[in-house]
């Protein structure tokens, strides 16, 4: 199995799972990743962002492979105040 029908084969589920090893160094039962497990899931994470999701969201790895970093801009125009779903305020409750 070569790299692309690996990253294919991934389901969202799986995916999951393996950015939150990814970020907490442990899997989603509690169990510690080794370092290399480390190594391992943060590539295939950064590989599946690339090849698979193709995301534009800040901080992922884009289609072309490179980190998508935004503007403080393109992060402003992001989000606008009409762009919001909800706002409120700690008075609310």
Known sequence: MNVDQLIQSITPDVYERLQYGASTGKWP?????????????????????????KSDEQFTIGADGELVQKSKK??????????????FSENDL
């Open 29 to 53: 039962d509690g169990t510690p990743l080794s370092e290399e497990q480390k190594a391992q899931t943060m590539q295939l994470v950064m590989l599946y962002q690339s090849k698979v999701l």
């Open 74 to 87: 393109e992060l402003k125009e992001q989000f606008k105040p009409e762009n919001e779903i909800a706002r």
